[in-house]
């Protein structure tokens, strides 16, 4: 494989982790397939903001019920196993999902309950997800390794969005979904074939309470961690809104519709891929402030959005966005795995998830009343204000300056 002899991209090499990273690319190009298609499945059903904003709190609720739960069961037994489990629930889900649609039974409620158990089956996935790279790749290439796995988004993006918005098009919302429900079945085949390398995981026999509890100190303890979470709910409250539920309401009143929403998507993909490939490179001595300060570009894709800006424009901001918040992210998710010893990583990184997303259902609920009271470009102008307050939250934190990755500790 020449590909393998590029900078960056070494990782690769070692089989596991190339198992692993296949299966959530092909995961990620389903799930942005899907992702275009929802919403304007919603729209086709006849709904509106707060229909698009119900289904996607359906998903995001089950994941502050049940992160902390998935986050003590990966560090108790199999992570691969847990995956597998959660991959298998999901690809059902998608399946029924795109049946309501191509029988028109059940419409936006059974929608709704599909997409909670959906919801459930993720939040033991990424806990279990965090933990098990790691286990993947030797510790030389975990970086590297990051990088690579942070682009599968965005090359589900870049590809999904493509293919997601040609679906919608020429076959219809129901075959978009059933396209995701396909990928996670493979990813099963491809996570069973994996041989990861074992590590030690929380003592058996002990209480659920007491794992629990084990988790939360070992977050709390991290002060740099738990301003970053705290500054990451910005972005589940206003951010993903803007996005997810406004984003494709400017496309389809102000540009053309799915086409320019997957374009826009697609772009982000772009950027997704560019970060990860510059992200590999680099070796900050001051990591997190690296990898907040790098984000203001992001705000351009929300300024774009609100005008609104053509297509392109809104692209190209876009894929600048990808790229700053790729390598935020990889520097961000490096740094806590170098922080936290293999046994504690899926109950410290399902605490983060909880902290990050329990805003994230609100946000859905909400948007809909936010777009009729200040309008799409309003709520473009919030998501601006929410990535400032971010970036001048964490970056004001002594905790945060003086964490060196030379030194790793509890500050």
Known sequence: MPALALPG?????????RLLFTSQLLSAVGDTVASVAVPFAIIALGGGAGDIGLVLGARAVPLVL???VGGVWSDRMSRRTVMIASDAVRAG?????AAILLLG????????AITFVYGTAEAFFRPALS?????????????EAYGLIAMTPAVGM?????????????????????LDAATFAVAIVLLAFARFRPVALAQAG??????????WDAFRRRSWLVVVVVGESFYALLVMPAIFVAGPLVAEEYLDGATSYAAI????????????LIVARLKPRRPLVLAYAVTLPFVGTFIALSVPAPTAVIAACAWVGGTVIIISGSLLETTITRQVTPDLRSRVGSFRALGSQVCQPIGFAIAGGIIAGIGLSGIMWLAVAAVFANVALVLATPSVRALDDSAPGLA
């Open 93 to 97: 889900c998608q399946a029924a999902f």
């Open 206 to 215: 002990r209480s659920f309470v007491a794992d629990l509890r084990e988790g």
């Open 158 to 178: 870049l590809a999904g969005g493509i293919l997601g918005g040609t679906a919608v098009a020429l076959i219809s919302p129901a075959g978009a979904i059933a």
């Open 9 to 17: 991209v070494g990782c690769l090499r070692e089989q596991s982790f």
């Open 131 to 143: 933990g098990i790279l790691p286990q993947s790749v030797s510790p030389e290439r975990l970086q």
């Open 105 to 112: 039974v059940g419409g936006v409620p059974a929608i709704v």
């Open 66 to 68: 049940f992160l902390l």
């Open 265 to 276: 998507v697609s772009a982000f993909g772009l950027g997704f891929v560019t970060g990860g």
